[in-house]
């Protein structure tokens, strides 16, 4: 049983039945943790703005350095994400072409980003495209 349906459950004793949240946690087989857990969803824009405020200043820094520099400035971000992003990208873009000018990079890396953010299935959205899952969330 999925761990949404059960905290709707747990608040329907509550108002129906007048239990605690507590007992009717443990009704549901659901944790308490569970229950007031709030899922936050991130705003990448503050780190990547920062990132290209970086990365422009300093341009012939790697991943690591930079990421050492976000964290000395004391700013929180998922590191595993971009580690699988950059995972990704070497993947199927880097490991697949070998580029003749900085130009050309740049040019398969905007068109490579383009499908990506558009037509390429994400696991982490059920493999669904990110268009996809857009639609499917405004309609909810």
Same mark, same amino acid.
């Given at each position: 049983?999925?761990?949404?349906?059960?905290?709707?459950?747990? *608040?329907?004793?509550? #108002?129906?039945? =007048? &239990?605690?949240?507590?007992?009717?946690? !443990? +009704?549901?087989?659901?944790?308490?943790?569970?229950?007031?857990? *709030?899922?936050?969803? #991130?705003?990448? =824009? &503050?780190?990547?703005?920062?990132?290209? !405020? +970086?990365?422009?200043?300093?341009?012939?820094?790697?991943?690591?350095?930079?990421?050492?520099?976000?964290?000395?400035?004391?700013?929180?971000?998922?590191?595993?994400?971009?580690?699988?992003?950059?995972?990704?990208?070497?993947?199927?873009?880097?490991?697949?072409?070998?580029?003749?000018?900085?130009?050309?990079?740049?040019?398969?890396?905007?068109?490579?980003?383009?499908?990506?953010?558009?037509?390429?299935?994400?696991?982490?959205?059920?493999?669904?495209?990110?268009?996809?899952?857009?639609?499917?969330?405004?309609?909810?």
């Amino acid at each position: 049983m999925p761990t949404k349906a059960r905290k709707t459950w747990a *608040q329907q004793l509550q #108002q129906n039945h =007048s &239990v605690t949240i507590a007992m009717s946690c !443990a +009704i549901v087989g659901l944790s308490r943790c569970a229950y007031y857990y *709030q899922p936050k969803l #991130q705003d990448d =824009s &503050v780190i990547v703005s920062v990132l290209n !405020a +970086i990365t422009d200043w300093h341009l012939r820094w790697g991943f690591p350095k930079c990421f050492n520099r976000i964290k000395k400035l004391g700013y929180k971000w998922n590191h595993k994400r971009v580690e699988r992003f950059n995972r990704t990208y070497r993947t199927e873009v880097l490991d697949l072409y070998l580029f003749n000018n900085l130009a050309q990079a740049r040019r398969i890396t905007e068109e490579w980003l383009t499908i990506y953010n558009t037509e390429r299935p994400h696991e982490a959205l059920n493999n669904m495209t990110p268009l996809e899952y857009k639609t499917l969330k405004q309609a909810a």
